[in-house]
């Protein structure tokens, strides 16, 4: 149990690296400046004077093009959003930096990942040295504080999809569960040693 919990610790910074938030909805990305003529962006209709049809935007401006062009143009704008997205999607690491990079109120919400990073490296030594009632602590103020740059970002309107949320966080915040789990078993059963080592001296 006590090398299981120095192996989660150790994940922990593992799974620190893996993508956590994307600070944008997928439409915000597709809808922004660089995707304004985009085939992506979800155009409005007009209508054909000479034949009374509505047709799209995007098929009025781009009728003109050969196949191969729209094609190109397409896979284009393709690649412009995933590049897009990547750029608009944060490690567990570039949260807990952001605070100390910028100062500005958007980002000092996420001052509480700051210290959910500090703590990681806490827990990593504590637990290497056997302080598992402070293991459990730091995994409870971790399970907290996770949670609170999300909750403020929802409330302030930043998180429009939930998706936003990625993969990243749940395994760690799972990680972070089973830190805070473990610890305590091994705490409790290292007092019980204890205490019985006590009575057994008294008798």
């Given amino acids: ?38 085939p992506l962006r979800e155009a ?17 401006k781009e009728f003109h093009l050969t196949y191969d062009e729209l094609k190109q143009k397409k896979v284009l704008a393709i690649q412009r959003f995933i590049d897009g997205k990547a750029k608009a999607t944060l490690s567990g690491y570039q949260l807990g930096l952001l605070a100390v990079n910028d100062f500005s109120w958007e980002f000092n919400i996420m001052f509480a990942f700051t210290i959910v990073l500090i703590l990681c490296v806490c827990q990593l030594f504590m637990s290497f040295t056997g302080r598992y009632k402070w293991v459990f602590i730091t995994g409870c103020c971790n399970a907290v504080l996770s949670l609170v740059p999300f909750a403020a970002a929802f409330h302030d309107g930043a998180i429009e999809d939930l998706s936003q949320i990625k993969l990243g966080f749940y395994l760690f915040y799972t990680n972070v569960l089973l830190i805070t789990y473990v610890s305590n078993k091994l705490y409790n059963e290292a007092k019980s040693t204890h205490n019985f080592g006590e009575e057994t001296m008294v008798k």
Avoid at 46 to 58: C, N, Q, W, Y
């Fill in 44 to 60: 409005e209709p007009v209508t054909d004077s000479l034949h009374d049809e509505t047709v799209g935007a995007a098929d009025a």
């Fill in 1 to 38: 149990m006590n090398n299981l919990l120095k192996r989660l610790t150790v994940i922990s910074f593992a799974l620190l690296f893996l993508p956590f938030f994307q600070t944008c909805s997928d439409d915000a990305i597709i809808n922004s400046n660089w995707s304004k003529n985009s």
